[in-house]
């Protein structure tokens, strides 16, 4: 893996979205509609106005970010260009690689942010201090796998 990620590595994916007069449906098929396997899947819900949520990079984790309910905003950070997503389509996923930094707010209210990850539950994987992770990345990722 190119070990020096940027946020030029991360993009929106466009999922499929199945219509008819019963509703929407999107369906995500690990390694079909996105580049890599599902391990973990968590959710972040009544995120009260005002608050933020991440502030921190992992090291190996590859993650699907999606607002299946409302929006919110996503900021990655990857120690030289930041980029900012607002998310409020069920049928798009933004793809965040290992070695960068994320914050997310402006939660709508009643907004639901769905994650799906590559990798288990792994304090080890993370990376919460900025100065810490600023280092890392000047010292060309070598920490990053
Ligand atoms: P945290 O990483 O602070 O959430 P975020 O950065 O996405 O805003 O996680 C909050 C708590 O939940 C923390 O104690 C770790 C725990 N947690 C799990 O047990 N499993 C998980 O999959 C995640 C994402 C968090």
């Not at 990079?57 to 030289?80: E, M, N, P, R």
């Not at 990798?119 to 201090?129: H, P, Q, T, V």
């Amino acid at each position: 893996m190119d070990k020096k990620t940027t946020i030029n590595d991360c993009r929106i994916i466009d999922l499929r979205k199945i219509s008819d007069v019963r509703g929407n449906l999107t369906p995500v098929e690990a390694s079909d509609d996105i580049p890599f396997g599902i391990k973990r899947v968590y959710y972040l819900y009544d995120v009260p106005g005002g608050e933020s949520r991440g502030g921190h990079a992992h090291k190996a984790l590859f993650q699907l970010i999606i607002a299946v309910g409302g929006s919110f905003a996503v900021t990655l950070y990857d120690g030289t260009n930041k980029k900012s997503f607002v998310l409020n389509r069920p049928y798009q996923g933004l793809l965040v690689v290992p070695g960068i930094w994320r914050e997310l707010d402006d939660f709508s209210s009643g907004s639901v942010c769905l994650v799906l990850a590559s990798e288990k539950y792994n304090a080890e994987d993370y990376i919460r201090d900025y100065d810490e992770f600023l280092k890392m990345k000047k010292a060309n990722d070598t920490s990053f796998s």
